[in-house]
């Protein structure tokens, strides 16, 4: 297939962009780097020895996604592009809204205009309401989200489900769990800005000497070792989630939409000593207050995408870790040269 993949320098989207080369499909990338490097590309083609195409271009600039849409003539479009920051979505509410919600109805104005006719959009667990209880089904309640971040994720959803029943474009929505680790190569990985809202980047800024200590936000939640609970998955496997989305929509109609975590969960403490057997770092962390937001328990029941996709996961918790900590040693100053 021919497969043009927004937000493809980012963290996940070089990932995908790996996971489809090396199935044997075509990758176009549109990108305007505002939350990544060329060098992330330059680092995909050197994995998987392919040139790819790359279209530096804002997703919300609708003629030039138009003309590079009625060029590339995609089979699929993969809509990775984002920000993705919960943290700098609740300063930045706007700066978040305009952009998320922007790229998705420009790229759906654009498929429209040029005949596009298949879609798989990245959305996120941040979706499911906070009463929930794990592990969550894809029909479980939604809404409430707990940030703009989250928001701008269930709001596109939301227009993609209006906008292609009545265009009839084919289109799986994915909802990411935790993902992390990096490609085994050590040559891609995720690179935050700044201070890392997730947990494993913080613990690889700890073991690299970064950051002093990890502090975790309670330790008196309803759980085996009173911290919360996440659902990791390594991010090729998700990569790999998105080679079946694409199969999915070149075969069958409609709208459906997909969990993917591991469906097991993981908590605070037990990363940090999954991390610490893998890396042979030891892992400073204090205790402290409860965060406000954070909910105890969230993963995924992931039975219909094993079941309807035929998707399933390979890696585990000491492989995510094992992945992560060789591309920060291997890049201690990320794509910096
Ligand atoms: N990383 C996670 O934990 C996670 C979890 C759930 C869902 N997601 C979603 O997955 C997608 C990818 O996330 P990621 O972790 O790879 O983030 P990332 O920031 O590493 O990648 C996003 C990419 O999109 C690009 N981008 C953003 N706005 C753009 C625009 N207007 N035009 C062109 N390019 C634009 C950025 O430059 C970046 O390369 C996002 O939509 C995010 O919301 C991520």
Request: proline content about 4%; aromatic content about 8%.
């Amino acid at each position: 297939m021919n497969i043009l993949l927004t937000g493809g320098a980012g963290y996940i989207g070089s990932h995908i962009a790996v996971a489809l080369t090396d199935a044997g499909h075509r990758i176009s990338i549109v990108d305007n780097f505002v939350n990544s490097v060329p060098e992330a590309i330059v680092r995909v083609e050197k994995i998987t020895g392919k040139n790819i195409v790359l279209h530096k271009t804002d997703v919300t600039d609708r003629e030039d996604l138009t003309r590079i849409l009625h060029d590339e003539k995609p089979d699929c479009v993969i809509h990775c592009a984002g920000l993705k920051s919960v943290g700098e979505s609740v300063k930045k509410p706007l700066k978040y809204y305009r952009n998320n919600i922007n790229t998705t109805l420009s790229l759906l104005e654009s498929m429209k205009e040029t005949g596009i006719e298949r879609l798989v959009f990245s959305s996120s667990a941040t979706v499911y309401g906070e009463d929930n209880i794990p592990p969550f089904t894809e029909t479980m309640p939604k809404g409430r989200c707990a940030n703009p971040y989250g928001w701008t994720k269930w709001m596109q959803e939301q227009i993609i489900e209006d906008v292609v029943k009545q265009l009839k474009i084919s289109t799986v929505i994915l909802r990411y769990f935790n993902p992390t680790g990096a490609h085994k190569s050590g040559l891609i990985g995720e690179e935050p800005n700044g201070l890392p809202n997730n947990l494993m980047p913080y613990i690889l800024q700890v073991a690299d000497g970064r950051r002093e200590h990890l502090t975790v936000f309670g330790d008196d939640y309803n759980t085996p070792d009173g911290t919360c609970r996440r659902d990791y998955i390594h991010v090729m496997d998700l990569a790999e989630a998105h080679l079946k989305a694409a199969e999915y929509v070149e075969k069958n109609k409609g709208l459906d939409v997909f969990n993917i975590g591991r469906g097991i969960p993981c908590s605070v403490l037990e990363l940090v000593k999954a991390f610490e057997e893998a890396s042979e770092q030891t892992i400073k962390y204090e205790i402290g207050s409860r965060r406000d937001g954070d909910v105890q328990d969230i993963w995924a029941d992931t039975s219909k995408a094993e079941e309807v996709l035929g998707w399933q996961v390979h890696r585990g918790i000491n492989e995510m870790c094992q992945d992560a900590w060789n591309w920060q040693k291997k890049n201690p100053a990320g794509y910096a040269k």
